[in-house]
């Protein structure tokens, strides 16, 4: 009888020892050709509703024509017959150099005034209900200010751009440094480290994960809100581009731009998530 048991409760051990069976299934496609497959059927399953879409409103064109549209476009991309007639490419570069201008100022005042925010906590404590008041606002709210201060639209944008990126850069500065373990600053002032000593040894590469997550939101917002202010100021942009292909009803034009929008904004944070990597040990995902 006692050896019945002692089995049974055996049996009971192990039952309960056994790992139980995962319910998600492995496929046994290898990993790099699932990573390959899957982003394709992705984009299969977006043109096929694109079809579908088309198929049901003839004013909505079809991935083909978009297509053959796209390759008109790209075949020169650079021409330039008026101000107000431009390739697509100049329309480009004109919305990245108003976003480098507006995000390169706001990486001049925010990461700094982030430093000084996480280490002093009477600066905290100043500008702390103004970030909180301002942030929520939007971008383009901020646009007439600009129209009316600047007088002209372009840098008005700029501005638009400005005030959208140094939040993000900031307030990640700032509770970066606020972050930065006790520890290390107990060491700074056993051994009489100087202010500029403490920013570069210490603090600099214990925030520079925060800073540059800062940066990348920074940047995407920065993308986002470039093309609405060009919408609303005029001028070259893709934003603008956009809005002028809306009122020739050219569609298709449309639908380009918004592909280029987003391999654009992506190149842009893949290449953040690039630079992150290279100057941090921590893994940055995108």
């Not at 009888?1 to 069976?21: C, G, H, I, L, Q």
């Not at 899957?38 to 509703?49: E, Q, S």
């Not at 008041?133 to 200010?145: E, G, Q, Y």
Request: charged content about 10%.
């Amino acid at each position: 009888m006692d050896n019945k048991v002692t089995e049974a409760a055996v049996e009971t051990v192990a039952a309960v020892a056994r790992p139980a069976p995962s319910m998600s299934r492995r496929s046994s496609m290898p990993p790099w050709l699932m990573r390959i497959v899957a982003p394709l059927l992705g984009l299969a399953f977006l043109v096929l509703v694109w079809q579908i879409i088309a198929m049901s409103n003839s004013q909505f064109p079809t991935p083909l024509l978009t297509l053959q549209e796209a390759l008109k476009l790209f075949a020169d991309p650079f021409y330039r017959t008026s101000p107000n007639d431009q390739g697509i490419g100049w329309n480009i570069l004109a919305s990245l150099q108003r976003v480098g201008v507006g995000f390169g100022l706001a990486a001049l005042v925010g990461i700094p005034l982030g430093f000084m925010i996480g280490r002093f906590k009477f600066l905290s404590s100043m500008f702390g209900p103004i970030i909180s008041l301002l942030k929520p606002v939007s971008p383009l709210a901020w646009l007439p200010i600009g129209l009316l201060v600047f007088k002209s639209a372009n840098p008005a944008a700029i501005w638009s751009i400005f005030i959208c990126s140094i939040w993000p850069m900031i307030i990640n500065t700032a509770v970066g440094v606020q972050r930065v373990p006790q520890d290390y600053m107990n060491v700074a002032r056993v051994l009489n480290l100087s202010e500029w000593k403490i920013i570069t040894r210490i603090l600099f590469p214990s925030v520079l994960p925060y800073m540059l997550t800062g940066v990348r939101l920074a940047i995407g917002t920065a993308w986002l809100v470039i093309v609405a202010a060009e919408m609303l100021t005029g001028g070259v942009g893709i934003g603008f581009w956009v809005w002028d292909e809306w009122n020739n009803l050219n569609v298709p034009h449309i639908i380009v731009a918004i592909v280029v929008i987003g391999v654009v904004g992506l190149l842009l944070e893949q290449l953040l998530v690039a630079l992150a990597k290279a100057f941090t040990y921590e893994q940055v995902s995108s």
